[in-house]
């Protein structure tokens, strides 16, 4: 006679097997609805192609409140050879979001690394490469003006070791680092005077020493009056960190009083590409849930004006920018949802932190 209080606490179920033994199998226990239990918006990374997926846009309805363009809203995307603009695919993503209730975040305006033969034919001529550079970020910025709830302005500032500040395209065509930065600030408040405008940058927690040159830009950058009114951080995860480093980082970044973006959470259980890691997948999957409620702990401790949003950089693990290209092994899980969309241990460990 099975216990019915264990058994409904169990998620398991009974299956009939052909020697007339009951099997235990596992069952899918419904999971809460992330956007319900937390205090903050949820967001995640979306392309085109994915918007008529059913299975994703169904765990979209149930989770998220947030969309952020993967690729389609950045310059590689918009900005043509000739110096036209196309946005059709941006407006499909803007339409689906308006249409689906949820808030729209742009991502990104300024980015080292996407540099372009329009600007690069500029560099030699300063004044047409600004005005350009005004051009760009008031058109794009501008055209979802009253939706977009935010933007990355500049992305990815500090060199990948953290001991500076990358040199590119604008702070060639511009006379310097600060000057890019500050001017795209400057454009885009002028452009999208209600958007919380945003550094955003990559292994902050990762690599404090990165984390720490970051820290100094945003308070110089204060200081000299940019109008950055948010401050984002990618937190592609490094599981392999120390605990409390995560912690550390995201109570420095408090500091400034603004809005913190987690911007595109995801948590690889590859090794620098180390492939095959030789360690069993368990504790790989340990050291990743371990970081993620660290993380989500974390944001959770801030007070509220300052949780902007939580983001994910996609939904499901087969969504994600880690499982293209030849380092993918068909294996990584690094973000919420298995294929099927099924709760990954990720999604428990960010579940248990939010809930009230
Ligand atoms: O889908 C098109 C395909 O139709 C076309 O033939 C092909 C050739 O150009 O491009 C394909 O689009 C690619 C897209 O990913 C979808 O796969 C783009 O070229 C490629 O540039 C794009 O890469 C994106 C990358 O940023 C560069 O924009 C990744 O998806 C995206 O996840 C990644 O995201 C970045 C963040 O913006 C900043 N932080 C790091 C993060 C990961 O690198």
Redesign the pocket.
């Known amino acids: 006679m099975i216990d019915r209080r264990a058994f409904l606490a169990a998620p398991v179920a009974l299956a009939a097997c052909g020697s007339g033994e009951a099997a235990v199998v596992p069952i899918e226990r419904p999971v809460p609805s992330l956007k319900s239990i937390a205090p903050f918006p949820i967001g995640a ?1 979306c ?1 085109t ?1 994915q918007l008529s997926d059913r299975v994703w846009s169904n765990l979209v309805s149930e989770h998220f409140s947030q969309l952020t363009a ?2 389609e809203m ?1 310059m ?1 995307y918009i900005l043509q050879r000739d110096g036209s603009f196309r946005f059709d695919a941006p407006d499909r993503i803007a339409a689906f979001a308006r249409d689906q209730n949820l808030r729209l975040f742009g ?2 305006l300024i980015w080292y ?2 540099s372009h033969p329009w600007f690069e034919a500029l560099t030699g001529d300063r004044a047409r490469f600004a005005a350009e550079y005004d051009r760009y970020i008031a058109t794009v910025a501008g055209r979802w003006r009253g939706q977009v709830v935010g933007w990355d302005v500049v ?2 500032a500090v060199s990948e070791d953290g001991q500076g500040l990358r040199d590119c395209v604008w702070s060639q065509g511009l006379g310097g680092i600060d000057a890019y930065i500050l001017r795209a600030f400057e454009q885009a408040k002028l452009a999208a005077p209600e958007a919380v405008l945003f550094l955003n940058d ?1 292994n902050l927690e990762n690599n404090p020493v990165k984390g720490a040159t970051y820290l100094r830009l945003v308070e110089r950058l204060l200081k000299a009056g940019a109008p950055i009114t948010g401050l984002g951080t ?1 937190s ?1 995860l490094d599981i392999d960190i120390p605990a409390g480093q995560i912690t550390v980082f995201m109570r420095e970044l408090a500091q400034f009083g603004l809005p913190i973006h987690v911007s ?1 959470l995801d948590a690889s259980l590859r090794d620098d590409g180390r492939l095959p890691d030789l360690r069993p997948r368990r504790q790989r999957i340990e050291r990743q849930t371990a970081r993620v409620a660290e993380l989500a702990e974390a944001f959770m401790a801030l007070p509220r004006a300052q949780q902007f949003a939580f983001t994910t ?1 996609g939904v499901r693990d087969i969504d994600s ?1 880690l499982r ?1 290209g030849d380092k993918d092994d068909g294996q990584d899980s690094p973000l919420l949802f298995d294929a099927k969309g099924g709760a990954n241990p990720m999604f428990h460990a960010a579940a248990n932190a939010f809930a009230p």
Do not use: L
Request: charged share 30%; net charge negative; no cysteine.
């Open positions: 990374a392309m192609g993967d690729w950045k590689e991502h990104t690394a996407q992305n990815e990559y990618q592609h595109e950089w920018w293209r």
